[in-house]
Nanobody, 120 residues
Framework: VQLQASGGGLVEAGDSLRLSCTDS????????VGWFRQAPGKEREFVAS????????NYADSVKGRFAISRDVVRSTVYLQMNSLKPEDTAIYYC??????????????WGQGTLVTVSS
């Protein structure tokens, strides 16, 4: 598994962005995948996760109803659709793959981050 996150940028409050997490080795189709974020001066926090077949999805309370995680097995890509963005969503967003088909314990593989900045 080799992950690469993309799609970050500078947007205004209320705007939308879609982040992508692609496995260049195309081997994570059976792995759960999660998105995490780290804001300046804060610890990294969980955002959302998705199981291998997309039936399992979980979200942090702070993003429920605004963010949606999905995956495209053919493209070996997991997406994070972020709507109604708020300044407090500003952070570096990381994708990570777990060792199994559901998100248990800590992720095993991490990609580099992509910066999301939301202006007020």
């Amino acid at each position: 598994v080799q992950l690469q996150a993309s799609g970050g940028g500078l947007v205004e409050a209320g705007d939308s962005l879609r982040l992508s997490c692609t496995d260049s080795r195309r081997t994570f189709s059976n792995n759960a995948v999660g998105w995490f974020r780290q804001a300046p001066g804060k610890e990294r926090e969980f955002v959302a996760s998705i199981g291998w077949n997309s039936r399992y999805q979980n979200y942090a309370d702070s993003v429920k109803g605004r963010f949606a995680i999905s995956r495209d097995v053919v493209r070996s890509t997991v997406y994070l659709q972020m709507n109604s963005l708020k300044p407090e969503d500003t952070a570096i967003y990381y994708c990570a793959a777990y060792g199994g088909s559901l998100p248990a314990n800590s992720p095993r593989y991490w990609g580099q981050g992509t910066l999301v900045t939301v202006s007020s």
